[in-house]
């Protein structure tokens, strides 16, 4: 069994820098965090990071591979992000483009609860991708809310998720809101036939998120929405371990650490890590929408998603931020069926939410 992992980090150089030196500074920021001479020589050898290579990538750019010892991390993610990113987070161009995760920490961390098999059979849908919306926006009471959810199950969606902004607010209060909105979904699976799941926002303080996942679960839900950037990603394995609840994640605030010479890699952050932490699925802003991401990110990202990873099960990409019902046929030839396609103004921008749903389960042939 590996004892170590390597981390590849494409460094861009300021007026001055040296690559080999630069790198050298991260393998000992992130463990020693101290100069090489006040390190005993057997701590070096067993936890200090290793600049295993460095190569030129570009002008001023140069990949960096180093590799740092599991024992450093032990099984806690919560310091395998800060061996990974730590300290060095606060200096500038050291970005994270790939990880060569050792079999032991995929066990430890365990990745989805669900998965894409799992979601599937909760939803009975097993050979087109899944179609999702939002309830949106804040400021709808809890009866306005669920008379989406029933539109929305009419219609044919899989999954009706909150938006990640609806929260505890005097408009629609948590409880309120999950006891409507499930009541809502539940009632309109029973007329159609349906097995449409919600999905409630439990985004919260690690107090409040216990008392929200919990409740969510007794209302019937069997999965929730979760901003593992404001939870922290160990809130995710511990919905998974403690209420065997389906994830899915949002990349709300994961902006801060996307930019091209500094942070980590799209598909690193949100393909890789949040796949480890625990989400079933995994939503990302998609080409053509208002964000930016091109499409060989967005592939990217699906491939880090779905890739054998040790034994982790498979997560779903979810495109969504600004996706159309005219363009949802493309993007199901191009991304395949084991994509949730999350779209929302779109289909609020109709005049019938009922049809409009129809529409877009026809476009992917639903």
């Not at 007329?191 to 929200?212: H, I, K, S």
């Not at 779903?316 to 046929?329: E, K, L």
Request: net charge neutral; aromatic share 6%.
């Amino acid at each position: 069994m590996t004892k170590r992992f390597e981390v590849v980090y494409r460094l861009t150089l300021s007026q001055g820098e040296s690559a080999e030196s630069k790198a050298r500074g991260i393998a000992l920021e992130q463990t020693a965090e101290l100069p090489r001479e006040l390190v005993p020589d057997d701590v070096m050898e067993r936890m200090v990071g290793r600049v295993e290579s460095v190569a030129p990538a570009g002008r001023d750019q140069h990949l960096a591979c180093i590799s740092y010892s599991v024992e450093s991390i032990g099984s806690e993610l919560t310091q395998c992000l800060n061996v990974l990113f730590g300290n060095i987070s606060l200096k500038r161009g050291i970005r994270i483009v790939d990880i060569h995760w050792p079999h032991r920490l995929l066990e430890a961390f365990g990745g989805p609860g669900h998965g894409i098999a799992g979601v599937r059979r909760l939803t009975g849908i097993e050979n087109r991708p899944l179609l999702a919306s939002a309830l949106k926006p804040m400021g709808l009471r809890p009866t306005q809310l669920a008379r989406l959810c029933r539109d929305f199950v009419l219609g044919g969606l899989d999954i009706v998720k909150d938006d990640h902004g609806l929260a505890d607010q005097a408009s629609a209060p948590f409880e309120e809101r999950v006891e409507y909105c499930q009541a809502a979904i539940s009632a309109a699976n029973r007329e159609v036939d349906g097995q449409t799941l919600y999905f409630p926002n439990v985004t919260a303080a690690p107090w409040e998120l216990a008392e929200r996942a919990h409740h969510a679960q007794q209302a019937g839900c069997v999965g929730v929405l979760v901003n593992p950037w404001l939870t922290g990603l160990d809130a995710m394995r511990w919905i998974r371990d403690r209420f065997g609840l389906v994830i899915m994640a949002h990349p709300a605030l994961t902006g801060a650490y996307l930019h091209p010479s500094h942070g980590i890699a799209a598909e690193v952050l949100l393909g890789d890590l949040f796949r480890i932490a625990g989400a079933d699925a995994v939503i990302y802003p998609n080409a053509g929408g208002r964000f930016g991401f091109s499409r060989a990110l967005c592939e990217r990202i699906n491939r880090h998603l779905r890739q054998p990873l040790g034994e982790l099960a498979a997560s779903f990409p979810t495109p969504g931020g600004g996706m159309s019902i005219d363009r949802a046929a493309d993007w199901a030839k191009r991304y395949g069926p084991d994509t949730i396609f999350l779209i929302g103004g779109s289909l609020y921008g109709q005049s019938d939410l009922v049809t409009a749903s129809r529409k877009l389960k026809q476009a992917i042939g639903g």
